[in-house]
DNA sequence: ATGTTTGCAAATAGTTTGCATCCAG
DNA sequence: CTGGATGCAAACTATTTGCAAACAT
């Protein structure tokens, strides 16, 4: 997905690199252009793959580092995908999740608004939909309390 | 979570094991039933730990295969997580996201409406939301083309 | 200069596979 | 009885950690 110009990504990134005291590498910023550029949501595994037909000598490890760094600074998000741990879930209800980003819990709730949601007919033409769900994202209770105690 | 009784839970799940021509084991039996009961989503690991209380020569694996098997026959859901492995992006723009349970791809889109949803009220006493995001399951083109091939 | 970052190797976590034994049907 | 299910062990995949060398500041 190309989100920004050139300049507004090394822009954003070497701003946001600062901000944090870290420093500007090679690595980081190869690995920051490939991935805003990406359109596919990659693993650092198919991160790697794409990189190295650029940069053969970087390792697998610097990518997961950088990306990982780059997720804790706010200059990438972790994607909700199905993968290990596994979770599940035996309510086959309708219903909606919300995420607790500090300590991975992950709540059941139900609103009518959010079951009635239109999908929007472009998309319908592209892909077979079997079901919908709203997942909110932030801090539950006990972390922000657990936050609080810290400082 | 308690979704249904027990006799409505232990129906579901005779119904359902039959249907796909399983067979009914105490070990699935308990499985199924510690999964009812659980309202956090839990992984194969914590499942395996609250079971083997009850039923202490169970194995992991056992666990681990039954959840994948209840999963595959419609007994249960895996649930989206930030796990292994980790997918990035990069856009932090509002969007939402459509996954192909297939294939695993997962596709951005934008929709002025869902980026509007307001939060239930009562969630956020309880959470402090950073943002929402609508997740849309179904079967994208290219899978269901290699589905119908293979009719 | 100096302290962060890198690349490699080893350790770890979660999952999957192979296989002999067991048991539901 | 018999094939599917279980339990164990080994293989595998993704990730993390420890550490010496490299390099951004």
Redesign the interface.
Known sequence: ?Q?KSSAEQREAFHTSCRRHGLRITPQREVI?DV??HS???????E?HRLIRKRYPSMSLDTVNRA?LT??RI????????????????????MHH?????QC??????S?P??DA????A??KK????????????????EC?EKENRKR
Do not use: W
């Not at 359109?39 to 595994?45: I, Q, R, S, V, Y």
């Not at 991975?104 to 709730?109: E, K, P, Y």
């Open positions: 997905m989100l920051y991935l805003c359109g596919t949501h990659p693993t650092a595994e991160m990306l780059f997720a706010g200059l990438a998000e972790v994607v909700e995908g199905y993968g290990s741990p596994r979770r599940f879930d035996a309510n086959l209800a999740h919300v995420h607790c980003l991975g819990m992950i709540l059941d709730f609103d608004t959010y949601l239109e999908i929007p472009s998309l592209q892909f077979t939909i079997l079901g919908h769900k709203v997942v909110l994202t932030g801090i539950c209770r922000r």
